[in-house]
């Protein structure tokens, strides 16, 4: 074991998020060590909570309040105003955008250090448990070889070596060295119960934190479409749009604080743990685990002994004294007793494998191993998983104030909607510089007057015994038709007369009635040439 070796140092933000007030719910200041067991400790971390919640209601407050001072001032705004209200919304909006693209970027970074440290726990967790898994395997499968076969081997030798005593006397040595390693192997701690903690807590944290970081990435991508869906109401003048999105933002805005509560205590209790998490390691391991045991896993320095060197020395010590009994007996009883050989040889390797058991077992009880699981789980956590906590901390701020300042563009912006539109509608509609009459006629030129070549004659239809009046010559001044075309504009108005007299055409003929109309016109045009000649 190299002298030279890497202690677990906190880092400073778990020092100063540890020095937070610690306050619970009756306002009365606690000890600041990590007791999650404690109902004042809890209180504590809910306090924060509830600090957050101060926060969210005081944010509500003053936009209600804002909202209040905009709604009854209804002053008429001049042109001239109407210009830096509509900058003012949208740098407003510019500004919600930035501070949400770094408040998301914050948070991608946040969530993923979280997940980060987190794995590194459960990583680290998972290789602890299976040390203790290959130590208790180890341990169990030595065991049961000395009882069961052993036994087994010594039993047949001792009825083939029934005549020789002194062989007698060697396998019952060779019995009380099996029952010396089975003594000391019970002698090591049992290491089942810590084991399946060890699994139990790194399946339960596995599940917890990958339902943390799909919560936390659903929220960011929320946040992210909001202030995009907003901003496209603004550039749209969209209303229901800017309605749906000044929803979404109160509630998006719940949500940040909500977050940022949570993000709170979770970072002040972790930090608490990471100030000193052998204190509460070795008060949750008490009588599970000596105390000494405990010590030399969580420092591993040279100055510690190891408290397993000595049962693992007998160990050693009396598989040693049973493979040299072993190699007596084939030398010398063998050529007496041919048929005692196979139970000899299946001794040797019963011993052989109890031997590289040995090894194994000294390599994994050793502190490097489960010392190094230890400070990858305590760098996971209060390094990557504080850290990335912060960051959370401080997307939850950024969000709530991207979405307070969007919360304030959005009704400047429907004010200046609405008053565009009672502009538009104080314009008279026969203003031809109404912006609505030049769309309006944009989409529907004029259509040039052309002369139909069905007469006003043809609505008459087949009804030939109709003949519509001659047009009379008027003999009125000059002055009177002067007056006439001033009245109507130049251009004759048909609005109040009928069908039949404007000319119309009909909707529909067929050759016959094309045949009559054509009649009818010839039949006309020679009535009204003999009234001219006359």
Same mark, same amino acid.
């Not at 709530?400 to 008279?428: E, G, H, N």
């Given at each position: ?335 007496l007793f041919p048929s005692a050989e196979r139970d000899l040889l299946g001794i040797q390797r019963l011993l052989n494998s109890s031997e590289a058991s040995l090894h194994q077992l000294t390599a994994l009880l050793d502190c490097r191993g489960l010392n190094k699981d230890y400070l990858d789980a305590m760098v996971g956590v209060c390094y990557d998983g504080v850290e990335g906590v912060l960051y959370l901390c401080l997307f939850s701020l950024l969000a ?36 609505? /009459?030049?769309? +309006? *006629?944009?989409?529907? =030129? %004029?259509?040039?007057?052309?002369? #139909? ?5 043809? !609505? $008459? ?35 109040? /007369?009928?069908? +039949? *007299?404007?000319?119309? =055409? %009909?909707?529909?003929?067929?050759? #016959? ?5 054509? !009649? $009818? ?14």
């Amino acid at each position: 074991m190299s002298s030279a070796r890497v202690d677990y140092i906190a880092p400073w933000w778990t020092y100063w998020l540890h020095s937070f007030p610690h306050i619970n719910l009756r306002l009365q200041p606690i000890d600041n060590s990590f007791q999650p067991e404690e109902e004042n400790y809890q209180q504590s971390l809910i306090f924060l909570g509830c600090v957050a919640a101060a926060g969210l209601g005081l944010n509500l407050l003053c936009l209600a309040i804002y909202l209040s001072c905009l709604c009854c001032c209804h002053k008429d705004e001049e042109e001239e105003s109407k210009k830096p209200n509509s900058c003012c919304v949208t740098w407003s909006a510019v500004a919600a955008g930035l501070i949400t693209c770094i408040a998301v970027g914050v948070g991608f970074y946040g969530n993923s250090e979280t997940n980060d440290g987190v794995y590194q726990l459960t990583y680290s967790l998972y290789n602890a448990n299976h040390t203790l898994g290959g130590v208790d395997s180890l341990v169990t499968g030595t065991m049961g070889g000395m009882r069961s076969g052993l036994h087994q081997h010594l039993a047949r030798l001792d009825e083939i070596f029934a005549t020789r005593g002194d062989y007698v006397q060697t396998l019952q040595f060779m019995q009380q060295m099996a029952d010396n390693v089975i003594k000391q192997l019970l002698g090591l701690p049992d290491w089942d119960e810590a084991k399946v903690d060890l699994a139990s807590v790194a399946d339960q944290t596995a599940s917890i934190e990958y339902y943390r970081w799909l919560t936390y990435l659903l929220l960011l991508i929320l946040d992210l479409i909001i202030c995009l869906l907003a901003c496209l109401g603004l550039a749209k003048q969209s209303r229901w749009l800017l309605t749906t999105m000044m929803v979404c933002g109160v509630l998006t805005l719940v949500l940040s604080w909500t977050s940022l509560g949570a993000d709170l205590a979770t970072a002040v209790g972790t930090s608490d743990f990471c100030v000193s998490p052998d204190k509460y390691i070795m008060s949750q391991t008490k009588g599970i685990i000596g105390a000494d045991i405990l010590h030399y896993y969580l420092y591993c320095n040279q100055t510690l002994s190891n408290p397993f060197q000595q049962p693992l020395t007998i160990f050693q010590r009396s598989l040693t004294t049973m493979q040299i009994q072993i190699q007596s007996l084939l030398q010398f009883a063998v050529p007496l007793f041919p048929s005692a050989e196979r139970d000899l040889l299946g001794i040797q390797r019963l011993l052989n494998s109890s031997e590289a058991s040995l090894h194994q077992l000294t390599a994994l009880l050793d502190c490097r191993g489960l010392n190094k699981d230890y400070l990858d789980a305590m760098v996971g956590v209060c390094y990557d998983g504080v850290e990335g906590v912060l960051y959370l901390c401080l997307f939850s701020l950024l969000a709530a104030c991207s979405f307070t300042v969007m919360l304030c563009a959005i009704p400047r912006a429907w004010r200046q909607i609405a008053s565009r539109d009672r502009d538009y509608d104080d314009i008279d509609e026969e203003d031809p510089f109404n912006p609505r /009459v030049r769309r +309006i *006629g944009s989409q529907n =030129p %004029p259509h040039v007057n052309m002369h #139909s070549f069905c007469s006003y004659s043809s !609505s $008459m239809g087949s009804q030939s015994s109709l003949h519509p009046p001659a047009p009379a010559v008027s003999n009125a001044p000059m002055s009177e038709y002067m007056n006439h075309t001033a009245l109507f504009g130049g251009n004759p108005r048909y609005e109040n /007369v009928p069908l +039949i *007299g404007r000319g119309s =055409p %009909p909707p529909s003929y067929s050759p #016959s009635m094309r045949a009559t109309y054509l !009649s $009818m016109t010839e039949e006309q045009s020679r009535h009204f040439g003999n009234d001219f000649q006359a």
